[in-house]
């Protein structure tokens, strides 16, 4: 008999719709055919904690349930996987969540694909991003963004969690009024010195999207080894209320202040903590490093 699919559950996800909804998406797996052995969070951080144990009692086949910061956390339970020897983790999603970004770079933009996805059973090989900070390492696969991006994350998270997508776009309005433009100094692969040039944000991305359908690295690739750089120069508030909107359509890049370039690794000198945007979660760290490990995850697409 086959192995079960280890299904981590995040009611709480999509302001609880993920608790509403989950059940008779699971149950039309079943029908399907496919083995699930359920298992409800219940705070954060327990999806890591589920993820962890059942990888190191040697399950390799994983469904995550919730949105991109569900996601995230089961990621980080299967990585690093230092002393597990074995076949790569396989990763399938249903995004019953706020975000639900990673997905759509496959073409799975609801439940229904998702659904058939999963029955179909293909998986593809996807890079993961190892960021290490001066306290540890998180692993990611969608994107790591600092300055005033993971600043308007920061304020949904304490003020606009409610309003699901809705609420980064009254964030947003709000950290206007906030706005600055910080240095985070970075050197790409071997280029000799780092750029703390002053900026509006930068976006280190594995994959196109953020926040649903923002498309932050309209070039972005999961599958090619790269990191995409997005560099967002000084803006003035004007420019920065003009600019977002574009960034769904992916048409910030003829701005002036836009720059686009690539690494797999990236060096960052900073002075203490900054709060970081990673896959739809908002962390105050000191980074130090992003690597690049290539198909490192099996993921269902």
């Excluded at 696969?141 to 609420?167: D, R």
Aim: glycine fraction near 12%; proline fraction near 6%.
């Amino acid at each position: 008999m086959s192995e079960p699919w280890i299904t981590i559950v995040n009611p709480a996800a999509g302001g609880g719709r993920c608790g509403k909804q989950a059940r008779d998406a699971l149950y039309e797996l079943r029908e399907a055919g496919m083995r699930l052995a359920t298992v409800e969070t219940t705070g954060p951080g327990e999806a890591s904690a589920i993820a962890r144990d059942a990888f190191a009692r040697g399950h390799r086949r994983f469904l995550s349930v919730g949105g991109d910061g569900t996601h995230y956390e089961v990621v980080n339970g299967l990585f690093p996987r230092t002393g597990h020897a074995g076949a790569e983790p396989v990763l399938g999603m249903l995004p019953l969540g706020t975000g639900n970004s990673f997905l759509r770079d496959f073409g799975v933009t609801d439940v229904p694909r998702a659904l058939a996805a999963l029955v179909a059973g293909r998986h593809r090989p996807v890079d993961v991003v190892r960021a290490t900070h001066k306290d540890g390492v998180l692993h990611y696969i969608n994107l790591l963004s600092v300055g005033f991006t993971a600043h308007a994350g920061a304020l949904t998270n304490k003020h606009f969690k409610p309003f699901g997508a809705l609420g980064y776009v009254f964030a947003v309005l709000l950290g206007v009024a906030r706005l600055g433009h910080p240095r985070f100094p970075t050197a790409l692969d071997d280029a000799p010195q780092h750029d703390d040039r002053p900026c509006t944000f930068i976006s280190f991305s594995n994959s196109r999207y953020t926040g649903g359908t923002m498309m932050m690295a309209p070039d972005a690739d999961a599958t090619d080894g790269w990191l995409d750089v997005v560099r967002m120069g000084p803006l003035k508030r004007g420019e920065l209320v003009s600019a977002f909107p574009r960034i769904f359509k992916g048409t910030h890049r003829a701005m002036a202040q836009y720059e686009g370039t690539r690494a797999k690794r990236v060096a960052l000198s900073l002075d203490g903590p900054v709060d970081v945007m990673v896959d739809g979660e908002v962390l105050s760290v000191q980074l130090e490093a992003l690597e690049v490990l290539p198909g490192a995850l099996q993921v269902v697409a």
